[in-house]
């Protein structure tokens, strides 16, 4: 390996895997420097605060099975760092559903007729199943059944993606449901997971107490503290590259164009946008693949209500079609902390849009008022008692596994390992996948590893076959239990689970 005084790293994007990336080659003395086009950072894990009131764009959960990623998340916020119990709902037809689904909840809340049209709907799909499992709708179908997809998939997904469920990739589905079936949900109910070894989606979980901005925030300040710069408000425009390797990152700044050079570069940056900025340009099939990949863009309008207790949950599904929301946040419940006055309560209004939509052309007070009027017409609280608003708009929050996706990214990818030899691709924008916090992470571990002398594999993060949400009673029996050396919280798991 080049001698690590001769390296000197660029990093694109200071969310959580930017920032992972440049704190693993901290530890390691190698010179790296961040660059972020916007002003804070944490990218979609930040943390917003007005008049006091802290909120997330879109609720962070931080749950991992990497004990590597939990290590790191102790080490840097210690007590600030603390479990948190899960509730969440689905609304539908005005009543509130068990999520995860529990099937005597759902019996109860549907009724006995239309509970026996999804036990016929699912056994149905048992014995003829869709022979192709192209999209969204044939995948869940083949494991709920067509009338529980209709009920609790179609509806929240479509309203989530902004297209039809048959428009969306299979490849999706599989990874963000995973082992989940109706049979399997049944039999969890019915016998336990002692019995059957049936996963559930996790129960608990860690969140910091001012919310994840607090996690990136508080890294960011070391980094800059032990020697790596974070520029901020700079946003990467072009990247130069010649003779198979990427050479220089030019990045647009408050005081001009400005040019950095590196020995090697790690991107978080979505990729549509990493393929317009190279120079030369790719071959147009890798230009036509770039721009085949789409983003959904996301708002929140974060609402102070004027009541002590609105909800239980940490957070609900919107399953109704008659509003435009599809999920709301309590933030109470994630963390006390996350509200001034324990009188009042800040509830999240998120929608899903993209940029042309007519919701996301309202001005902010046009989306306080709908958001308001929305609050109201589903019961949880009066117009009168919403005291304040306001938004949050993102753009590029989610990238698209819309038809195609997949192929593009192999492409991409096939393209930029043969040609661009010193360029990494790490996180969920970065790499055009489905990664949470710890996947993201992880990816940016390898990264800088990589950098080190390492070969490991970026893309293979995040293909185990459980569900990333999965967990075990063996999984529950280390992850969560802490081990004090030498002053320093660390997690192990016990002799018997290795």
């Known amino acids: 390996m080049k001698d690590k005084a001769d390296k000197r790293v660029i990093i694109i994007g200071a969310g959580p895997a930017g920032l992972t990336a440049g704190y693993e080659l901290l530890k390691h003395c190698v010179p790296a420097i961040i660059v972020e086009g916007d002003n804070i950072v944490g990218g979609l894990a930040r943390t917003v605060e007005y008049k006091g009131y802290l909120f997330d764009i879109g609720g962070h959960r931080f749950f991992t099975k990497w004990v590597e990623v939990n290590r790191l998340w102790h080490e840097i916020l210690g007590e600030a760092f603390a479990p948190r119990e899960r509730l969440s709902r689905i609304y539908y037809r005005n009543q509130f559903f068990s999520y995860p689904l529990r099937p005597f909840n759902a019996l109860f809340g549907l009724g006995w007729q239309e509970s026996a049209r999804i036990l016929r709907s699912y056994l149905y799909a048992r014995v003829v199943p869709h022979r192709r499992e192209d999209n969204f709708k044939q995948w869940v179908s083949n494991r709920f059944g067509r009338r529980l997809y209709e009920i609790f998939f179609r509806g929240y997904t479509e309203k989530v993606w902004g297209v039809p469920c048959t428009q969306i990739g299979a490849e999706w589905a599989a990874q963000r449901i995973k082992s989940l079936s109706l049979g399997s949900v049944l039999r969890n109910s019915v016998f336990g997971t002692r019995r059957t070894r049936i996963k559930s989606l996790v129960q608990r979980f860690h969140y910091p107490d001012r919310g994840p901005g607090q996690m990136w925030g508080t890294l960011a300040q070391r980094l800059r503290e032990n020697g790596c710069p974070i520029q901020m408000g700079s946003r990467a425009v072009r990247i130069c590259h010649q003779n198979g390797k990427v050479t220089q990152l030019m990045v647009e700044t408050p005081r001009g164009l400005e040019r950095l050079s590196g020995t090697d570069f790690i991107s978080s940056m ?225 002799a018997s689970s290795r």
């Open 270 to 494: 979505p990729i549509r946008d990493l393929i317009e900025a190279l120079d030369p340009a790719p071959p147009d099939d890798i230009q036509r693949a770039g721009k085949s990949l789409h983003y959904r863009d996301f708002l929140i309008v974060s609402l102070i209500v004027n009541r002590k207790h609105v909800m239980p949950d940490n957070w609900i599904y919107i399953h109704d079609p008659a509003v435009a929301v599809g999920r709301i946040q309590n933030f109470k419940n994630w963390s006390p902390a996350m509200v001034p006055d324990p009188e009042k309560t800040c509830l999240g209004m998120e929608y899903f849009v993209s940029e042309n939509d007519p919701v996301w052309k309202q001005t902010d007070q046009e989306l306080v008022e709908l958001a308001k009027n929305e609050l109201a017409r589903l019961g949880l609280a009066r117009r009168e008692e919403v005291e304040d608003g306001v938004v949050v708009r993102m753009l590029k929050a989610y990238p698209m596994y819309d038809n195609g996706w997949a192929d593009s990214v192999h492409t991409i990818r096939d393209y930029l390992e043969k040609n661009l030899t010193n360029l990494q691709l790490i996180g969920r924008n970065g790499m055009h996948k489905y990664n949470n916090q710890d996947h993201s992470m992880m990816t940016a571990l390898y990264a800088a590893r990589n950098i080190l002398g390492a070969d490991y594999d970026l893309w293979a993060v995040n293909t185990e076959p459980q569900y990333h949400e999965e967990e075990s009673a063996a999984d529950r029996s280390w992850v969560r239990t802490p081990v004090t050396t030498a002053g320093k919280l660390s997690w192990e798991p016990p």
